[in-house]
């Protein structure tokens, strides 16, 4: 009998969007052989934080839980609470953007044995080897982990990433019903992930998997991306993401992985994330995507202000903005426009720039800034122990960086009314063009029912205050019954973040490491270039994208104490 290895999704409050995560399955995929699999999904088929532990099937060995995003940390924790307390000798093993970021705090608290740091697919394939005794490496000397030695949070050397990303197997998806996966309300259909390319060559400020990819882009074929496009069919999928931050670096492979798709009568429709500056400098790419079945944009606007965008190291303008949002607009590609209020030193008028523009395309999400685990703006602000306790609030329309916190909380309650409530939204209600007729009625449903949520919880939080002052209703586990989020930090985190002396040396491993990689020259906004015509910024030349070979002080590891912190 083979060693068992649960595969865990971890519960969000973002349920609308139904989707497992696709670099877990990835990771799954190396390690068939090894291990018997299962993949559970907190957040579908009625699976919560509060019953998950009555779906796994057996005891596991191993847990691979996701820690993708930041608000979704303490989640995260709060699961590998449960699992231990209920099987002690389990491993569990994490990985994904934020954990990789902020992975010493995660080991500190002792309920994660290991963080995958960086790219997944080979560090997983050899931790679990290692775990079920199909290799006897040291932990310590596996590329690509952080983990607990000698009582201190310890990386070793990071892994070079993968050169040629066709070597990877497939995703794991027959471990997933793909009818368990959609957008609630939506016309789509069942959605999947299909991953084209993978990392981004640019440094905005504010981004953290630009820290994670070290600001290198690598790409699959045209041949394997038709295949997974096919494959995907194949499960009946009907919509799928794109998985990746920059699908248009290289304008040849979208055209040659388009083309492709065209060729093979592709039927599955997709969304994809986009640059301003790319869409203008290659109006071709529009309506041949829009034939391999692209049918919405999300382009990262970020701001209408040339100042915000130049602080955001964003390497567009405005023109290019107003540009690609027409390109759009006449080749009917539905856009979701990403928009960013609240750099520190924003002005009203600026926001309200981006206010304006947002009504003048399809779907604008407007977003505050926030500080992202050991981006510019983390540690401008006091780095991640200053900021980890903020990451509750990331879901909320919270100010944290803006010296006049209340004027951008403002603008951006003002920023989704006009969203949502202006006039002209209307039309697209009539559209004659179904999947834009579709798409905005969806966007309204997923609206209505946060709007409703946001209602309940407010008036729920004042009805649990009241209770919470009655000398007989103490108890704030019963003031939790049937929620979903996290809300009580397990006492284990709880210790790793109120334990300043423990912190001061993780930190000062964190801030030296983090200068010694470059990383703070990878998001330096101290001089941003303008978007220099074709807008690429400061993002290198294509002979500079691959990926290196670790540097010194990546392979230094943390054996010795770590070096001081930078002047
Ligand atoms: C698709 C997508 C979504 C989808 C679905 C996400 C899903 N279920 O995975 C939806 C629409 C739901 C979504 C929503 C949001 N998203 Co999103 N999303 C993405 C996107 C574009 C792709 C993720 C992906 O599959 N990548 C491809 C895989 C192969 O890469 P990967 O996930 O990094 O995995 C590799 C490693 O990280 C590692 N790894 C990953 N997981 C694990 C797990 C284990 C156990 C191990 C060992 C290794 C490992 O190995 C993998 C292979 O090498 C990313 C950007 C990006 N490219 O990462 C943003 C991204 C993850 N999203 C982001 C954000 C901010 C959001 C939202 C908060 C946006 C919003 N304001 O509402 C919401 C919140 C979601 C939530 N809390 O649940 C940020 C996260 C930043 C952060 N630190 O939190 C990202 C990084 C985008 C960005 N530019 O900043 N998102
Ligand atoms: S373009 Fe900027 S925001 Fe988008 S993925 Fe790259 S670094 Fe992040």
């Known amino acids: 009998m083979k060693p068992k290895l649960l595969l865990l999704n971890p519960a969000t409050w973002y349920k609308s969007v139904k989707l497992t995560s696709l670099g877990l399955l990835s990771c799954a995929a190396t390690v068939r052989d090894d291990v018997d699999m299962y993949h559970l999904d907190a957040n579908v088929g009625g699976v919560n934080l509060k019953n998950f532990m009555d779906h796994i099937p057996w005891q596991p060995d191993i847990v691979a839980v996701v820690t993708q995003y930041t608000n979704r940390v303490f989640n995260v924790l709060t699961h590998a609470q449960a699992l231990k307390e209920r099987w002690p000798n389990v491993k569990i093993i994490t990985g994904g953007t934020h954990g990789s970021l902020d992975c010493d705090f995660l080991v500190k608290?002792?309920?994660?044995?290991?963080?995958?740091?960086?790219?997944?697919?080979?560090?997983f394939q050899e931790l679990v080897r290692r775990i079920v005794g199909k290799n006897d490496k040291p932990y310590d000397e596996i590329e690509g982990l952080c983990l607990i030695k000698d009582g201190k949070p310890y990386r070793t050397p990071h892994r070079p990433f993968i050169e040629n990303l066709d070597d990877l197997p497939l995703p794991a998806w027959d471990l997933v019903e793909t009818k368990k996966y959609y957008m609630d309300n939506s016309p789509f259909g069942t959605m999947t992930m299909i991953e084209t390319s993978r990392g981004c060559a640019f440094g905005c400020t504010f981004c953290s998997p630009a820290l994670l990819w070290k600001r290198t882009w690598r790409k699959k074929s045209p041949e394997r991306v038709a295949l997974e496009f096919r494959l995907a069919e194949e499960r009946g999928a009907e919509f799928t993401w794109l998985a990746e931050l920059d699908p248009c670096h290289d304008p040849t492979h979208i055209r040659e992985f388009c083309t492709a798709l065209v060729k093979q009568g592709n039927t599955i429709r997709w969304f994809s994330q986009q640059r301003a500056d790319q869409i203008t400098a290659h109006p071709d790419l529009a309506p041949l995507m829009y034939a391999a079945g692209c049918r919405v944009a999300n382009v990262g606007y970020e701001s209408m202000s040339i100042r915000t965008l130049r602080s955001f190291n964003k390497g567009t303008?405005?023109?290019?903005?107003e540009?690609?949002?027409?390109?759009?607009h006449e080749n009917n590609i539905v856009t979701n426009g990403g928009f960013i209020i609240g750099v520190p030193g924003e002005t009203k008028e600026e926001m309200m720039a981006s206010v304006k523009f947002g009504t003048t395309i399809d779907f604008p999400d407007f977003a505050i800034l926030r500080a992202y685990p050991s981006t510019r703006w983390s540690d401008e602000s006091g780095g991640n122990d200053e900021n980890r306790e903020n990451y509750k609030k990331f879901n909320e329309g919270w100010c944290f960086l803006h010296e006049n916190p209340k004027l951008v909380e403002f603008m951006h309650k003002y920023a989704t009314a006009m969203a949502?409530?202006?006039p002209k939204r209307i039309f697209a209600f009539f559209s004659p063009d179904d999947f834009r007729r579709g798409f905005c009625q969806w966007r309204y449903r997923v609206y209505v029912e946060v709007l409703a949520?946001?209602?309940y919880d407010k008036f729920k939080f004042k009805a649990q205050t009241a209770l919470a002052k009655l000398p007989w209703f103490k108890s704030p586990e019963k003031l939790e019954e049937g929620g979903e989020e996290y809300k009580f930090l397990p006492p284990e985190a709880e210790?790793?973040?109120?334990?300043?002396?423990?912190?001061a040396s993780a930190e000062m491993f964190e801030r030296a490491s983090k200068a010694a990689t470059g990383q703070k020259e990878c998001c330096s906004t101290d001089k941003p270039e303008e978007g220099n015509g074709n807008g690429k910024g400061k993002a290198p030349k294509k002979e500079e994208q691959v990926a290196v070979a670790p540097d010194k002080a990546d392979t230094d590891g943390s054996t010795k104490d770590p070096p001081p912190p930078p002047a």
């Open 453 to 455: 949520k946001r209602f």
């Open 317 to 321: 303008t405005p023109a290019m903005n």
């Open 420 to 422: 949502w409530g202006h």
């Open 495 to 503: 210790e790793a973040m109120d334990n300043p002396a423990a912190m």
């Open 323 to 328: 540009k690609a949002r027409d390109i759009l």
């Open 109 to 123: 608290t002792k309920l994660i044995d290991f963080v995958v740091v960086g790219e997944g697919e080979l560090t």
